[in-house]
Every structure is written in structure tokens, then in C-alpha cells.
T-cell receptor, first 115, second 114 residues
Framework: DTAVSQTPKYLVTQMGNDKSIKCEQNLGHDTMYWYKQDSKKFLKIMFS???????INETVPNRFSPKSPDKAHLNLHINSLELGDSAVYFC??????????????FGEGSRLTVL | GNSVTQMEGPVTLSEEAFLTINCTYTATGYPSLFWYVQYPGEGLQLLLKATKADDKGSNKGFEATYRKETTSFHLEKGSVQVSDSAVYFC?????????????FGKGTHLIIQP
């Protein structure tokens, strides 16, 4: 039973399209994150949510909009896709506040290719 | 700000060689330190961690010691295997409560040849 699952695993689309990536965790964690990994493997945090509330919103274009319907789900919607959005997007979950041990559980990633 | 610097790869070694991957950090407070590993086609997973100075984290034959005086957390393994080929990320966490994210280094790609 996968702890953090993301769909789709691969996504190929044209510039200008709108797409979504879904993430679900069954670990009972309070906090979920989206990270972007570029072609050089550099990881950058994009967003974090704690109990459906946005906590971290790094400098990302407002074409990226996270949505958390409940604390087990954090979806990423991207409008007007650009070539530079091509990357692997990782969802992760963990504990928050005083229970934040720094251990994050990552999904397998969603590879987005914008043509 | 907080940052993590690690040696750039790829690092290529022969099986059974000794491994060191350097990691240094800058932080405005007293962080916890981590090594994460990413095997091909997978997400990251925690390899080991240390939460205070002089702590040693260890797992799967890998070790790293939290050195506050040199702000370092170098990863070592005495005898690497082909299955250790992966990308290794050093990271820090400054816990001020809430949903603080990890700050990652740029990753070091390790290639072990038989």
C-alpha cells in the first residue's frame, strides 16, 4: 500500500495547456509539500500545507495553484504551461510543529514534459 | 539565509572503495541535519539524520557526524556497492514549528562501477 502516491507519473503536453497533478498520502500526516526537481536534480520547495492551510509559498509563478481538499490530499494545478515548467514534481508529507522530525515521505514523482 | 552546499558530481568509484561526500551548511539557528537518497526512478527517502552537535547518524553502512565547529555533515561509507549508485542529498531543518520545509543541497550523483 503506497504511502504517498502521485498521479500521473508521466505527463507530456503542449505549451499553453492547463494540467493537474494529484497527490494523496495515507500516513495520517499533518503536512504536505510540493517540490520541483530540475534536470540537474536540484530540489526546490514550492508549497507546503498544514491541515489544508497554506504555510509556505515560495517564489513560484501564480500559474501554479495548489489545492488541498483535505489533509490527505494536495493537488497541483498549472495554468498556461511553459517550456521551463518541464521537471519532475515531487509530493511529500511529514509531521508538523513540535512533531516535525524532518523526515519527509516522498512520492515517486511526476515527470512533466512541456513541448 | 539557510543553505546547504555539497560536492558536485558525478562521483564515480569502484566497488568496495571508500566513499566521502562533503556537505557544509549555513543556518541562522541550530538545525537538524539529514542525508536523503534518491535511487533511479524513485522519490527521495531518508538515509540518516542527526539532531545535535557530535551526534552520528548511521544506516545501511553509511555514517555522518554533526560537526558544529566546522558546520559540516559529511557522508561516509567504508566499502560501497553497485547498489549504492544513486543521488545523495544533504539537507537541514530549522524547526520553528509549523510546516517548515527541508532545505536541500543540490545533490551528488554517485556511480559505483563493478
Amino acid at each position: 500500500d503506497t504511502a504517498v502516491s502521485q498521479t500521473p507519473k508521466y505527463l507530456v503536453t503542449q505549451m499553453g495547456n492547463d494540467k493537474s497533478i494529484k497527490c494523496e498520502q495515507n500516513l495520517g500526516h499533518d503536512t504536505m509539500y510540493w517540490y520541483k526537481q530540475d534536470s540537474k536534480k536540484f530540489l526546490k520547495i514550492m508549497f507546503s500545507y498544514n491541515n489544508k492551510e497554506l504555510i509556505i509559498n515560495e517564489t513560484v509563478p501564480n500559474r501554479f495553484s495548489p489545492k488541498s481538499p483535505d489533509k490527505a490530499h494536495l493537488n497541483l494545478h498549472i495554468n498556461s504551461l511553459e517550456l521551463g515548467d518541464s521537471a519532475v514534481y515531487f509530493c511529500a508529507s511529514g509531521l508538523a510543529g513540535g512533531r516535525n522530525t524532518g523526515e519527509l515521505f516522498f512520492g515517486e514523482g511526476s515527470r512533466l514534459t512541456v513541448l | 539565509g539557510n543553505s546547504v552546499t555539497q560536492m558536485e558530481g558525478p562521483v564515480t568509484l569502484s566497488e568496495e572503495a571508500f566513499l566521502t561526500i562533503n556537505c557544509t551548511y549555513t543556518a541562522t539557528g541550530y538545525p537538524s541535519l539529514f542525508w536523503y537518497v534518491q535511487y533511479p526512478g524513485e522519490g527521495l527517502q531518508l538515509l540518516l539524520k542527526a539532531t545535535k552537535a557530535d551526534d552520528k547518524g548511521s544506516n545501511k553502512g553509511f555514517e555522518a557526524t554533526y560537526r558544529k565547529e566546522t558546520t559540516s555533515f559529511h557522508l561516509e561509507k567504508g566499502s560501497v556497492q553497485v547498489s549504492d549508485s544513486a543521488v545523495y542529498f544533504c539537507a537541514l531543518l530549522l524547526s520553528g514549528g509549523g510546516a517548515d520545509g527541508l532545505t536541500f543541497g543540490k545533490g551528488t550523483h554517485l556511480i559505483i562501477q563493478p
